[in-house]
């Protein structure tokens, strides 16, 4: 698996009463200050939330400060340069700051501010990571078809990158045939990955460790847990109002 996927909880009136009102200001003006205001909140969360921040694909709040510097002129952003500014007192141009924004923003504000982190369920799962997917489609073509093929149908999410929200007919679908799935022997499913390892390198091909991909096979989660993960993300995801799954693919 080359391409990573994540399903990731979020709160609903956070992305289109927020984000989205923020990013289409700043197309059509160009005007910076809705997107600034979700950036400091999510710093803020970061910085707070110990849940939020262990959890966040970006973990690091002053990162989250760097693009308020960006978006209020007080750091340069010039991909052309380098990021180095071509002259004293040179400003980041609207294209270049538009292509950052689009970039890295949208998406920074998505996961700091629109996530609903919670001490119950794990709300960002990396699904790729780890044996889980391979362990389901043994048990069932449904699940190849589902995270593989064209079983999960998303509707784009608007602004933010390689993102999809999942309908709520999919993920009742996959719940149920999650629930059925045996409980796996964690051992055994271990002993694959070090199997499969261990015949590459007897091989004498030259083999490239995909450090997070192979190793959380080995000594990541277990599937088992990985397992249930998943279903407490989808079950809340189905049961609370205001809460939905996004697919991310990166």
């Known amino acids: 698996m080359s391409v ?71 750091e340069f952003y010039g991909p052309g340069s380098n990021h180095i500014p071509p002259h004293p007192g040179a400003k980041t141009t609207p294209e270049d700051l538009k292509i950052y924004v689009r970039f890295s923003v949208y998406d920074e504000i998505f996961d700091s501010t629109c996530i609903a982190y919670n001490p119950s369920v794990r709300a960002n799962q990396i699904l790729t990571r780890g044996r889980l997917l391979w362990y389901l489609y043994e048990q069932s073509s449904f699940f190849e078809m589902a995270f593989a093929g064209s079983g999960l149908h998303g509707t784009q999410l608007e602004y933010v990158n390689d993102g999809e929200a999942l309908s709520t007919k999919d993920l009742a679908d996959l719940l149920d045939h999650l629930l059925v799935v045996p409980p796996p022997d964690d051992e055994a499913e271990r002993g694959k990955e070090r199997k499969k390892l261990e015949a590459v390198q007897k091989s004498g091909k030259r083999f490239i460790l995909r450090s997070e991909v192979d190793l959380m096979a080995i000594y990541g989660d277990p599937v088992s847990k990985q397992l249930e993960d998943l279903k407490k993300l989808i079950k809340r995801g189905l049961s609370q109002p205001g809460l939905a799954i996004a697919q991310f693919f990166g």
Do not use: M, W
């Open 4 to 74: 990573d996927t994540n399903f990731e909880l979020y709160t609903v009136s956070a992305y289109h009463d927020r984000l989205i009102p923020a990013a289409r200001k700043f197309e059509a003006t160009g005007d910076t200050s809705g997107l600034c205001q979700l950036l400091a909140e999510g710093k803020e969360r970061l910085a707070r939330d110990p849940i939020a921040k262990a959890e966040a694909l970006f973990k690091d709040p002053e990162g989250l400060q760097n693009s308020i510097d960006i978006l209020e002129g007080r």
